[in-house]
């Protein structure tokens, strides 16, 4: 979880990778509406996340049920947020990727092909809300080589990573979303 930019989708990549764990990038839970919203510079509001955030949460209990384990990728920027994500029927925990808005400033530019403009950086720091104590979760720097972040994540979260091939899956072919688009 953290703002766009903050490195999600290349630490949680590493950590599904390592774990042999599915993988799934929440942007691609977001109907077109909510793509389109962001990408004309207009953040999105409670009332474009929360069925977006059903998805997700339904996509992981789905996993659960079937007996995967998954990392997804979310910003989860609120504590609501993350309270319904919790909602799936499995342990949902959160790594907390932190940097200062100025890292990820010099991050985002060197994106390709990514809907979110530097624009709305400010929008996501002004709704972050860091994990709370009581959160199950850890939080980890981002400022140093991915290799390390993933690293020092996984000890945060006391994971092991298994000898196993990893197995990584689309939500477009798993997810509630896919299976209503079908």
């Known amino acids: 979880m953290g703002p766009s930019g903050v490195g999600k ?3 949680a990549e590493m950590i599904a990778e390592a774990l042999g764990w599915r993988f799934a990038e929440a942007d691609e839970f977001h109907p077109k509406a909510n793509i389109d919203k962001m990408a004309a510079g207009i953040a999105l509001d409670d009332e474009d996340r929360w069925p977006w955030l059903r998805l997700i949460r339904d996509w992981m209990g789905e996993q659960a049920g079937a007996g995967g384990d998954t990392v997804i990728t979310c910003s989860a920027l609120k504590r609501r947020y993350r309270d319904l994500l919790r909602e799936a029927p499995t342990r949902v925990r959160f790594l907390e990727l932190t940097a ?4 990820i400033m010099t991050r985002l530019p060197k994106r390709k092909g990514h809907y979110m403009p ?5 929008s996501q720091f002004e709704a972050l ?22 690293r020092n994540a996984l000890a945060a ?7 196993a091939s990893p197995k990584t899956t689309s939500p477009e072919t798993t997810s509630p979303k896919a299976a209503a688009a079908r």
């Not at 200062?100 to 890292?103: A, G, H, Q, V, Y």
């Not at 530097?118 to 400010?122: A, F, I, Q, T």
């Not at 009581?134 to 993933?150: H, L, N, S, Y």
């Open 129 to 150: 809300e860091e994990l709370d104590a009581d959160e199950d979760g850890v939080k980890v720097d981002v400022g140093a080589d991915p290799e390390t972040i993933v």
């Open 157 to 163: 979260l006391e994971l092991d990573a298994p000898a």
């Open 100 to 103: 200062t808005k100025e890292l």
């Open 9 to 11: 989708t290349t630490v």
């Open 118 to 122: 530097v624009s709305l950086l400010d």
